[in-house]
T-cell receptor, first 111, second 112 residues
């Protein structure tokens, strides 16, 4: 079983809709990352959070450590938001700290 | 500021050939890592380095070698290419482990 599960795997929305992507994990973590992979393949980090909520523009990320769950919300979605959104958890083991990635959510926003 | 630069962008190899994927960063980051991305799977860590002279294995290290002689460079070597190594490879760096990473544009590698 993958330590990081994302849902849904694919999501199609109309422009302007509110979007939620979910991430659940099964192990104790130090932090959680959300990343965006553009259609051309480039990957950028959106958020790193270990508690509460962070907001950047139309993007909001939340995390519930007790429930081992995080959500990424996009308000007023736009076609340029179409991308793969990836959740990754930071697991610390002794002095080692490694990211384990979910398989991503493919988001398509239609005009 | 170039960020993380990967070369080449595309490569086709025959089974058994060896090659080196190059990765360089100009942000003075201590942490560098190599991932492979396969369809339907998340990014998987191949090798990583927490500083010059220090490397360690990730989740899928077999068939790959790395070295870190300088802070800037972190090459990935395929010792004897196999079709199972057909993938997209990403190099990433961050100030230290666990921080948000800067990714290169990726290398699309096909092994025939």
């Amino acid at each position: 079983k993958n330590e990081v599960e994302q849902s849904p795997q694919n999501l199609t929305a109309q422009e302007g809709e509110f979007i939620t992507i979910n991430c659940s994990y099964s192990v104790g973590i130090s932090a959680l990352h959300w990343l965006q992979q553009h259609p051309g393949g480039g990957i950028v980090s959106l958020f790193m959070l270990s508690s509460g909520k962070k907001k950047h523009g139309r993007l909001i990320a939340t995390i519930n450590i007790q429930e081992k769950h995080s959500s990424l919300h996009i308000t007023a979605s736009h076609p340029r938001d179409s991308a793969v959104y990836i959740c990754a958890v930071l697991i610390s083991s002794g002095s080692a700290r490694q990211l384990t990635f979910g398989s991503g959510t493919q988001l398509t926003v239609l005009p | 500021n170039a960020g993380v630069t990967q070369t080449p962008k595309f490569q086709v190899l025959k089974t058994g050939q060896s090659m080196t994927l190059q990765c360089a960063q100009d942000m003075n980051h201590e942490y560098m890592s190599w991932y492979r991305q396969d369809p339907g799977m998340g990014l998987r860590l191949i090798h990583y380095s927490v500083g010059a002279g220090i490397t360690d294995q990730g989740e899928v290290p077999n068939g790959y070698n790395v070295s870190r002689s300088t802070t800037e460079d972190f090459p990935l070597r395929l010792l004897s290419a196999a079709p199972s190594q057909t993938s997209v490879y990403f190099c990433a760096s961050s100030p230290w482990a666990g921080q948000p990473q800067h990714f290169g544009d990726g290398t699309r590698l096909s092994i025939l």
